[in-house]
């Protein structure tokens, strides 16, 4: 039973801390642009691909 009353109100503040970190997240806005990301990867660069004569050039 004593274990009880330490653990219950523990407990609660985990969950309004928790609860708390989440509106702060939800207001600071984490949450405005979820579709964003899986797209983004579709919009980048294509990498440089040195030009053939640059290869075959003799280095000196």
């Known amino acids: 039973m004593n274990a ?3 653990t219950i ?3 609660l503040i985990i ?3 928790s609860f708390f970190v989440f509106l702060w997240s939800y ?3 984490q ?3 979820i579709e ?3 797209y983004r990867m ?3 660069d294509e990498p ?3 030009d053939q004569a640059e290869k075959k050039a003799p280095k000196k």
């Open 4 to 6: 009880l009353y330490m």
């Open 9 to 11: 109100p523990l407990a």
């Open 15 to 17: 969950a309004f801390g």
């Open 27 to 29: 207001k600071s806005g």
């Open 31 to 33: 949450y405005e642009d």
């Open 36 to 38: 964003g990301p899986k």
């Open 42 to 44: 579709l919009f980048d």
């Open 48 to 50: 440089t691909v040195p």
